[in-house]
């Protein structure tokens, strides 16, 4: 991609995060979009409501993956951003699937692509209870695993995606985990246990 276009795109991004209210948290991570736009993410799913779902059409190969939901009545408007041709082809081989459920696509191999860590992925298609769920913010990645994977998964994203301090700096991003203690789920910065694997 042209450097003037990124610009623009991230400038985008700004903008449309300081109008939004629902987003405001945001501010403060990275984000889905920035961490695709950056090229640290390989692929971005954005809803119809999100940065990036009209804008990155111009730059980025991606894919249509609406669908219709029978209990809600009303289609999920979503499209899969890739950061090259080959990734898009490749998840058509492998992501797309012939269903009798209204989604169009494995949401596992769609979890693999977004740079979801495997244990996650795993975890989040056999389900978890509310006792072992941790939810883990990696500088805007959300995602769900079990407690006894914490460590692992970020530890996979420390290797397999690095955020460049000058990032971390910038956005004021950070490692947010929300756990149920006392019978509450609280969020907090990343806990002194699981510092010493992403530092």
């Not at 950056?38 to 804008?55: I, N, Q, S």
């Not at 996650?120 to 769920?133: I, P, Q, S, W």
């Not at 929300?178 to 010493?196: H, Q, R, V, Y």
Request: with cysteine.
């Amino acid at each position: 991609m042209i450097k003037n276009d990124f610009f623009l795109l991230n400038s985008l991004f700004f903008i449309y995060t300081s109008t939004k209210s629902k987003t405001k948290v945001e501010l403060c991570m990275i984000g889905q979009f920035g961490l695709f736009t950056y090229g640290l993410k390989t692929a971005y799913l954005a809803t119809d409501r999100e940065p990036g779902y009209v804008e990155l059409t111009s730059f980025y190969p991606w894919i249509d993956l609406s669908y219709f939901h029978p209990q809600e009545r009303e289609i999920g408007y979503q499209r899969l951003f890739f950061q090259n041709e080959k990734q898009k082809q490749r998840f058509l081989r492998k992501g797309m699937k012939k269903t009798s459920g209204f989604l169009p696509y494995n949401e596992g191999v769609l979890g693999t692509f977004l740079g979801f860590p495997p244990a996650a992925v795993k975890d989040y298609k056999k389900g978890l209870k509310e006792h072992n769920r941790v939810d883990v913010n990696y500088h805007g990645l959300k995602f769900v695993c079990h407690r006894k994977h914490v460590e692992s998964c970020l530890d996979y994203l420390h290797k397999h995606m690095p955020i460049p301090e000058h990032l971390i700096q910038e956005y004021r991003s950070s490692i947010e985990i929300t756990d149920k203690n006392s019978g509450e789920f609280k969020t907090t910065t990343l806990p002194d246990s699981w510092k010493k694997i992403v530092e």
